[in-house]
């Protein structure tokens, strides 16, 4: 599933569409296609795992999921979820979820929780995390309400740099570790950006897809573990559990 790094990218690559106005609108996508033709897009905006593509009165919010991709002038040889034609040429969508909203992205967001925004507010994290004091640190960072855009890499690799143990329970975090924990995320994210766009992201992993711990020398844990059951890799050692 494509994480907040990956999302702004997708914006950055797509940035030639603002202005475009829509002739066209083909694919099988849930939507009301015909109130897209006709409009121009106003702007590209990215909200944790969500790409959101305005028009002067509504928004299409397109998820990823585990396996969507796009191309923009160009096409796959599957059948798009949804196609977007303008008279200089299209952009296509593929194995996603797109929905149609009325209104404004800033009707429905709060960019102060994304990770990836210049808007992220640390501190509003931290005070949601007082709430969740029962909750394992794994689940914590893939809450999208709080944290979004993390995703499992990034909640893999941070709680690494942070040398937190993923079944720790947040109530039981120092202080100090708590802060921690909210600035790897927020640092490895635009890491994560950084080496994604020059494809050396795989490169850099310490824990994910690894065997050993880079810092102990020793065999890697890896578990499905928290609500969702992700795949989790750590290093019994040198990451603290707080219980």
């Known amino acids: 599933?494509?994480?907040?790094?990956?999302?702004?990218i997708a914006?950055?690559?797509?940035?030639?569409?603002?202005?475009k106005k829509i002739i066209s609108v083909t694919g099988d996508a849930k939507i009301d296609m015909v109130r897209i033709i006709g409009n121009r897009?106003?702007?590209?905006?990215?909200?944790?795992?969500?790409?959101?593509?305005?028009?002067?009165?509504?928004?299409l919010r397109i998820h990823f999921m585990m396996?969507?991709?796009?191309?923009?002038?160009?096409?796959?040889?599957?059948?798009?979820?949804?196609?977007?034609?303008?008279?200089?040429?299209?952009?296509?969508?593929?194995?996603?979820?797109i929905t149609l909203h009325e209104g404004l992205p800033a009707d429905f967001y709060d960019w102060e929780k994304d990770i990836m925004s210049h808007q992220w507010n640390s501190r509003k994290a931290k005070n949601s995390l007082k709430i969740l004091d029962k909750a394992m640190v794994c689940d914590v960072l893939l809450d999208?309400?709080?944290?979004?855009g993390v995703g499992n890499i990034i909640k893999n690799e941070?709680?690494?740099?942070?040398?937190i143990h993923p079944e720790?329970?947040?109530?039981?975090?120092?202080?100090v570790k708590v802060t921690a924990m909210i600035k790897e995320a927020h640092d490895y994210s635009f890491d994560f950006y950084r080496w994604k766009k020059i494809n050396e992201l795989s490169k850099h992993f310490l824990v994910y897809e690894k065997s050993d711990c880079p810092r102990c020398k020793i065999?890697?844990?890896?578990?499905?573990?928290?609500?969702?059951?992700?795949?989790?890799?750590f290093c019994s050692n040198c990451q603290i559990l707080y219980r």
């Not at 991709?69 to 979820?97: D, M, Q, S, W």
């Open 144 to 148: 999208q309400s709080i944290f979004s």
């Open 41 to 59: 897009i106003t702007d590209l905006k990215s909200w944790g795992k969500h790409f959101l593509i305005c028009f002067p009165k509504f928004f």
């Open 11 to 19: 914006k950055e690559k797509l940035s030639e569409l603002k202005g």
């Open 158 to 163: 941070s709680l690494f740099r942070a040398r």
């Open 168 to 175: 720790s329970r947040v109530g039981a975090l120092p202080p």
């Open 67 to 97: 396996f969507g991709t796009y191309r923009l002038n160009e096409r796959k040889a599957a059948h798009p979820r949804l196609r977007l034609a303008y008279k200089e040429g299209e952009v296509n969508f593929y194995t996603c979820i």
């Open 1 to 8: 599933m494509p994480e907040g790094p990956s999302i702004l």
């Open 219 to 233: 065999p890697l844990v890896k578990k499905y573990i928290g609500k969702g059951k992700r795949l989790t890799c």
